[in-house]
């Protein structure tokens, strides 16, 4: 009979790309290395299954009833069993896409694609990995939108990446708009800027960004998402195997002080593999929760005006809520008949995000975004403060998503809910990169 209670999620990239398909066009996990995640109870019903591909005729009968549906697919043609499916049989495939929900750890400053979610979010956008972990500042700029680094540091950023710098036991993320050099120093512009003036003695934080991309150029593979249920280990007696899945969306938000994590991996077919079943222990990521409410601070820019680069004054946004939703658009690019899956190849078409903001009291700044046809930035941080901790969410160029309104809140204070959404076509930095052009990103600091 089996167990709800016992299951294990995995999730593996494509060694070659397409579900790594056999000469048979069916998908071949056998030289795949997973990493497990923990998720919520909701991943139960996510890989339960969906609808089958089918063909309904309506014939003549002398009885009431329905006819058959007739199976519409690929037949088995191995020799053997596969996917549950004996020799000359239709093999099962279920059509639509799986989602993985849990509270979000960072990868302790390491690599992202160590973790499950970071080959899943890699799926679906690109990842900017940092050569090395810090840099010190060497002196003061001329403002708090500057910063003076060693020239022999320079070759280890690039204009458009996220950094983060601490002060006061509060970790402030910007980005770099430009770097120009003068007698054996480098300086950075910053935007925004930082709340105070960048010094000898600051650090700053090199990080790693997921950022939106088309096509599937800057991507990793796609993945293999492996659930497995009903008992410990090899007594487990249900296995789903979703391949050529590419992330199509993920959410961020408030889970009792933590971020949650929500992803959904868009699948060219969800296979059944009972037979070979086995639960795995299903560990979370090293590093510390997230923190949604405690020792992160949420900033706005001044409106974006002028030319790159940009450098605008950042202030504080008191808020009691935030979250952040995107959409991954995923599509088939090369459709092939041959295979299960419908083609061999998923393609990025568009990435677009949305934030929702319940700020404390009215906030003219976000309700005038609209009708002044503003753009701001808008940096979402996480805690906790740590070198290997936290993170943010970087919407560098956002405008009003068309709803900012007053309600009560607790204790019958004035809050007020924004929607706010992130433009395409930014212009803030000097240079025409991917990463520099992205209009957002999600910025974990790496430590080596």
């Known amino acids: 009979m089996g167990t709800t209670a016992i299951r294990s999620v995995q999730i593996g990239a494509s060694v070659g790309g397409g579900a790594d398909a056999d000469s048979n066009h069916l998908p071949d996990d056998s030289g795949i290395t997973y990493v497990s995640t923990a998720t919520t109870d909701a991943a139960v019903d996510s890989f339960g299954g969906g609808d089958e591909s089918s063909h309904e005729e309506g014939h003549g009968r002398r009885e009431p009833g329905q006819d058959i549906l007739a199976p519409i697919g690929c037949v088995n043609k191995t ?58 500042v060497t002196g003061a700029g001329a403002g708090a939108g500057e910063a003076e680094i060693a020239a022999a540091d320079r070759a280890k950023l690039t204009v458009g990446m996220p950094i983060r ?41 090199l990080c790693y960004a997921f950022y939106p991309v088309v096509g599937t150029t800057a991507l990793g593979n796609d993945v293999f998402a492996k659930f497995d249920m009903g008992g410990d280990a090899a007594s487990a007696t249900v296995r789903r195997l979703a391949a050529m899945c590419r992330c199509s969306g993920f959410s961020l938000a408030n889970d009792n002080g933590a971020v949650s994590l929500s992803y959904t991996l868009a699948a060219g077919a969800i296979l059944t593999d009972d037979a070979n079943a086995s639960t795995v222990q299903a560990s979370e990521s090293d590093g510390e929760v997230m923190q949604h409410r405690y020792g992160c601070r949420t900033d706005i820019s ?28 995923v599509s088939l690019d090369s459709p092939d008949t041959r295979s299960i899956m419908g083609g061999t190849a998923q393609d990025v078409t568009n990435a677009t995000l949305g934030v929702d903001i319940t700020t404390t009291g009215p906030n003219p700044v976000l309700a005038d975004l609209l009708r002044k046809s503003q753009r701001v930035t808008v940096i979402l941080g ?28 607790d204790g019958g204070l004035i809050n007020q809910s924004n929607a706010l959404r992130a433009l395409s076509g930014y212009a803030g930095t000097v240079a025409s990169t991917a990463l520099a052009r992205a209009a957002w990103c999600i910025a974990l600091p790496y430590k080596a």
């Open 79 to 136: 020799g053997g069993v596969k996917f549950g499916s004996a020799d000359g049989e239709f093999i099962r495939a279920m059509r639509g896409a799986v989602t993985v929900n849990h509270r979000f750890r960072g990868a302790d400053g390491g690599d992202p694609l160590a973790e499950a979610w970071g080959l899943a979010l890699n799926s679906g956008l690109a990842l900017h990995s940092p050569s090395d972990a810090t840099v010190a």
């Open 165 to 205: 710098i601490r002060k006061n036991n509060v970790d402030h993320y910007a980005q770099i708009t430009d770097m120009s050099d003068a007698g054996g120093t480098t300086t950075l512009t910053l935007h925004p800027a930082m709340a105070f003036n960048p010094d000898a003695g600051d650090v700053i934080t």
């Open 302 to 329: 001044a409106a974006l005006s002028g030319s790159a680069p940009y450098s605008a004054a950042r202030t504080l946004v008191p808020n009691f809520d935030w979250s952040a939703t995107a959409e991954i658009s």
């Open 382 to 409: 996480m805690g906790p403060v740590g070198d290997s901790s936290g993170g943010a969410v970087c919407i560098w160029n956002a405008g009003s998503g068309g709803s900012s309104s007053l309600g009560s809140g």
